[in-house]
């Protein structure tokens, strides 16, 4: 792994916010002025697709990116993405339906919730509530 791959692997793995990355670029920026969000993007998917990190969110625009790879679950808020990690024991011991046996094996469950941060919420107002 080059420097610049350590260090973009770092701030992921050090973070608890689930950052996105735009916000792992102003991270890595702080160390190395020079790179490019290109770069940084291009890293972390490599970093996802090795296992070393992972993602979350509702797409890959909005996606976070996630140093904890140790099973947990999210709230994913729908408007702006943000994502919480989630321990909830009842979820980790949901098995898989026999029916998945027939599309693949199952390595882990992960469970996103989904709605809207209180944050969030506030800002749009009761009016869209019920959306
Ligand atoms: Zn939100
Ligand atoms: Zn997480």
């Not at 790179?35 to 070393?52: H, K, N, P």
């Not at 992960?110 to 749009?124: A, M, N, P, S």
């Amino acid at each position: 792994m080059t420097h610049q791959r350590l260090v973009i692997f770092e701030e992921v793995a050090k973070s608890h916010d689930h950052p996105d990355a735009e916000t792992i670029c102003q991270r890595v920026r702080e160390k190395i002025p020079t790179v490019s969000l290109d770069t940084i993007y291009r890293t972390l998917w490599m970093l996802d697709s090795l296992g070393l990190i992972t993602t979350v969110g509702p797409s890959r625009e909005k996606v976070r990116f996630d140093g904890n790879v140790t099973p947990h679950h999210h709230f994913v808020c729908s408007i702006c993405g943000e994502a919480h990690d989630v321990d909830c024991p009842g979820l980790d011991s949901v098995t898989a339906p026999e029916e998945v046996e027939g599309i693949g094996r199952v390595n882990a469950v992960h469970v996103e919730l989904r709605g809207v941060c209180k944050r969030c919420e506030k800002q749009t107002g009761s009016r869209e509530r019920h959306i």
